[in-house]
């Protein structure tokens, strides 16, 4: 059965660090590429970072450029996401997305996980 399964998100102040994990299962997650959408309240989902499959090439949307890093651990069959320097705008419900089995590339939209939430506040 095919899962993916966020985890890692919290409250933390701003400027802390938060590491979000997308955990795969059903499907070898390192050949196909996987992306990190987030949505706040009242506010339209947002593409945030992908990593490709193959060749690993990364995208980030502009705003968190420099803060957040995504990666795979294959061996774990797991991507993440390590976020740095949050800020209060960076709350929201953190979602990630494959485009298993299409194979269509970042932005992936097949296959959804169900979301961590990630609230950044003092």
């Known amino acids: 059965q095919v899962q993916l399964v966020e985890s890692g998100g919290g409250l933390v102040q701003p400027g802390g660090s938060l590491r979000l994990s997308c955990a795969a299962s059903?499907?070898?997650?390192?050949?196909?590429?996987l992306g990190w959408f987030r949505q706040a309240p009242g506010k339209q989902r947002e593409a945030v970072s992908c990593?490709?499959?193959?060749?690993?090439?990364?995208y980030y949307t502009d705003s968190v450029k420099g803060r957040f890093t995504i990666s795979r651990d294959n061996a774990n069959n797991t991507v993440y996401l390590q976020m740095h320097n949050l800020k209060p705008e960076d709350t929201a419900v953190y979602y990630c997305?494959?485009?298993?089995?299409?194979?269509?590339?970042?932005?992936?939209?097949?296959?959804w996980g169900p979301g961590t939430q990630v609230t950044v506040s003092s």
């Open positions: 059903g499907f070898t997650l390192n050949y196909y590429a």
């Open positions: 990593i490709r499959g193959g060749d690993d090439s990364t």
């Open positions: 997305a494959t485009d298993y089995p299409s194979g269509y590339g970042c932005p992936t939209n097949d296959f």
